[in-house]
């Protein structure tokens, strides 16, 4: 009878559980977990950012270490939640968190006009800011496109004020063999297009941008989602990953300015961050004007910014003292995550320590004693598709379309999206045997 009872009981209840939590998504657009978010303080507010103090109240201040999110993210990629936290896993470890939070431009007077150069003189008048406010020279990192800005905001400043940069996943050659046998001619042509007539004059909207993260392969995030419904009887395996859902489903999205990301193409296209130089506020500025230490977070399995991507920073920067820290992950990975949670930032952390205070340099960073060699394409094409994919990433399948590169790039966007859904709609159960 007991048998009988438990037969009818368990799946009733399961079923009334799933309801339940199903009735507060829709209601609340999530499960509440009780997480607090780190906490912050508004250090500056300036037109086009605000810079925010993390743990500004804590009495050990430590190596003042300012962060950028890419233009399509929301400055809250350094704190998706309380196991994901990059902000809170570097006060742990004695820095000090700061974050240029750009806002969501489509909700800002002018956002939407903003220019890359616009995002380069925030992150460059942020430094100045927190030097000011710490009395000390400033460690500068950036995740993906974030990172880049960084570079660009460290050369443009000489280094100035700067004790060091930081960058995940961020490439340098953008340089590769185009598919199909292209013409440098002709992608030339179709990126400039894209620039001068697409993006210069359309933003990427914050829906497109999460429509075209799903859609870049419907197949597999349908999957996630089905696993996700299924598991929603079990709200306590759930609940440790719904801050990171709700990220990717629902906040994690902001708009890109159409200026800026025309100024974006158009870099990335003629790999000006490795050769060539670029403007900003009517001043030539390279990444050899860079002689800073410059710690690069390389993801293994990273499609979007490949390691030889990132690591042509050495050719780009040959005055600089360079290190690496490897991961074995993709571009998702490298700041949300258990390995960017267990290794990638505490050793940031470390990194900054060892730059101001001559602490132990942390045994997962080397340094980089020669300059990677260029790809043996590098003098006869020309690689659209990393800067692409970086916006793919954010959803720009239907702009990949008008060049060539449109089957490539969509395969590793694809790559990219099935990472990050995994990251959080992966089952319980297998989540705990793969970690």
Avoid at 105 to 118: A, C, N, S, V, W
Avoid at 275 to 304: H, K, N
Wanted: proline share 7%; charged share 20%; glycine share 10%.
């Amino acid at each position: 009878m007991s048998a009988l009872t438990d037969l009818i009981t368990r799946p009733a209840a399961r079923l009334g559980a799933a309801a339940q939590n199903a009735l507060e998504i829709a209601r609340f657009g999530g499960l509440e977990t009780g997480e607090q978010a780190a906490p912050y303080e508004i250090a500056a507010e300036q037109r086009n950012y605000v810079l925010r103090h993390y743990f500004r109240d804590t009495v050990q201040a430590g190596p003042p270490v300012v962060l950028v999110p890419p233009m399509m993210l929301a400055a809250d990629v350094y704190d998706v939640s309380a196991a994901a936290s990059g902000v809170s896993i570097l006060r742990q470890h004695g820095a000090d968190p700061w974050v240029v939070d750009f806002g969501a431009p489509e909700h800002i007077e002018g956002g939407l006009k903003r220019t890359l150069t616009d995002h380069v003189v925030a992150v460059s008048d942020a430094v100045d800011r927190v030097r000011a406010m710490t009395g000390r020279d400033v460690h500068l990192g950036g995740y993906s496109q974030g990172g880049m800005v960084c570079y660009q905001a460290a050369a443009y400043r000489h280094g100035e004020g700067l004790a060091s940069l930081i960058t995940f996943g961020s490439p340098v050659d953008t340089l590769g063999a185009l598919p199909f046998g292209v013409p440098q001619e002709i992608a030339a042509r179709g990126a400039g297009f894209l620039a001068q007539h697409v993006f210069a004059r359309h933003a990427l909207p914050a829906w497109a941008s999460r429509a075209g993260f799903h859609l870049l392969d419907p197949i597999k995030s349908l999957r996630h989602q089905i696993d996700f419904i299924l598991a929603l009887h079990d709200r306590e395996a759930l609940l440790p990953r719904e801050r990171q859902r709700r990220f990717v489903e629902q906040r994690g999205w902001v708009a890109w300015p159409a200026p800026a990301l025309a100024d974006f193409v158009g870099i990335v296209a003629h790999n000006r961050m490795l050769s060539g130089g670029f403007v900003i506020e009517d001043r030539l500025v390279t990444l050899a004007d860079i002689t800073l230490p410059v710690l690069t977070v390389v993801g293994e399995a990273d499609v979007i910014a490949p390691p030889p991507s990132v690591r042509a920073v050495c050719r780009a920067a040959p005055r600089a003292d360079i290190h690496e820290l490897m991961l074995g992950t993709g571009h998702f990975g490298l700041v949300v995550g258990s390995a960017a949670s267990r290794t990638a930032w505490p050793a940031v952390a470390g990194w900054a320590r060892w730059c101001d205070d001559g602490a132990p340099l942390p045994d997962s960073i080397r340094r980089v004693d020669e300059p990677a060699p260029p790809p043996a394409a590098a003098g006869t094409r020309l690689g659209v598709g990393v800067g692409l994919e970086l916006a793919a990433g954010a959803g720009l399948g239907a702009a990949r379309s008008v060049l060539a590169t449109t089957t490539r790039a969509a395969s590793i966007a694809r790559r990219m999206t099935e990472e990050a859904a995994s990251t959080v709609f992966m089952p319980p159960d297998r989540r705990a045997r793969e970690e």
